[in-house]
């Protein structure tokens, strides 16, 4: 059947992939919001970071079992009716998450969002796929799609900015069900009932499979996220998760090495290209997870407004677009992987080193701009290739499995990312501040003409005792800032060097040279 058939014959040819692209945009809101800088966000939405960032893998997570599955569901329905039932049942999950605080009831609702949220977006990349004219049809949709992704969340926060600024949390998860109700709208005006996929019944799937996977994915990023708070394996709680992390990741691998109808192919690890494809990816995600510091950086050292740091994100995205559009030109020219992860990790490198030039007490914005733009560029060359590079030369029935293996590499290495960035700050910072303590004692004549400037600046406005405190608070504020900016110099330096070794190793692997060209051939 035409793909044409499954819209109404008054829906105009040159309408049908706007609409699709603004539809799908809601859903990627749900992933991208607030994606990239959890410590920045919190300090504004007034929610812990790690709390903030278990939230987001908690939907992650499901996300990566909802595809094992999602073949089915989208076969099942015709595309109006399951993009009416799954946008319904998002606006539902969204609106309990609008009028309630309990945290418990909102981890819930993150694990139903993962489920229905991926089923309600993944609909529209075959649907675009299928719109596009070109025979590179689906690296543009794929480039279409990661843009939203790594640019989405300051786009969404900037739509999002005056309820943000006005009201609260909850008022900001209403906002996005209005976008959810656009997309009703599109299902419900441009689609008729005809199928776009051989339907398929449900029946069949294995829900203990699912389940294990589900277990195993969110115990270890519980632990991961959680560990430095809980001092990692002196907590029961952390210890029970790990045990748990083993038992259930063991049992899914056995299932699906002894099932008849395995929801996911073990022999995908048995290619050369899978496993440096996690290994590039890991390495990229540890270094993307530097710009949450550059963004935390501004929010506590520089003490930038939320919105302003916002505005200052655009330079960012500015760069990943521009990366995008030049991974798009080399993967329809098929320049070999070799060539753009070589480039992509030596913008990354370059990077890295400017930014150890910026960690200053004070700072202006045309200081911290370029590297940002920067940042973007070397992100956006490397994303959708990586992705790419994952899934090409599959066999057709592994295809599905690699896509897969990529989004479960990514929910490994955004949690992962998060952590190492997290217990580095707090190990360094610490090193660093109690070296700089060391030098304010008063046989120090510098901090002795500090001291009697502050002090005697505060004793005009207050009492003796609270000028002692206020002067000896102001002091430890300066040295937190400065071990914290001493920190990250020393954390991009090491970033700057894994970048390099990442970009020399490239050059010299021969296998790297297994090209995307076999996506289009």
Known sequence: MSHNTIYHKWVPQWLKLPLLIMAMFPHLMLMSLFHSNSAFTSSFLDVDSDDLQYLLMLMYGTIVVTLLVLPRFLAYFSVKYYILLMSSVSIIILYVVSVTNNYHVILVMRFLEGIFGVLEGAIFLPLI????????????????????????????????????ENYNFQHMVLMIVYFHIFVLIVAFSIFNTNRFFAKIPLYQLDHVSCFLLWLSLQSGAYAIIYGKRLMWLESNQIVFCLFLFMISSGLFILKQKYSKRPIFHLEVFSYVHILVGILLFFIFYVIRAGLNNVYSIMANVWKWPWEYINNIQYFNVGGTILGILISGILLVRAVSSKTIFASGFAILAIDCAWFTYVFYPDTTLWTIAPPLFLQGIGQGLLFTPLVMYIITGLPPNLVSNGAVMGTTVRFWTTAIGYSI????????????????????????????????????????????????????????SKISAQALLLSNMEIFTILFWIALATTIIILLYKPAKIGVRNIFY
């Open 129 to 164: 796929t299928a719109e596009l004219k070109t025979k590179h049809a689906r690296i543009v949709a794929y480039l279409f799609l990661y843009a939203i992704m790594l640019t989405g969340g300051t786009i969404t926060t900037s739509l999002l900015k005056t309820s943000i």
């Open 421 to 476: 960035m997290q217990n580095a700050i707090l190990y360094l910072s610490l090193k660093h501040a109690d070296s700089l303590s060391m030098n304010f004692s008063p046989t120090n004549p510098i901090f002795s003409t500090l001291w009697n400037s502050n002090f005697n600046s505060n004793l005009s406005k207050l009492t003796y005792n609270d000028a002692v405190s206020v002067t000896i608070g102001g002091f430890k």
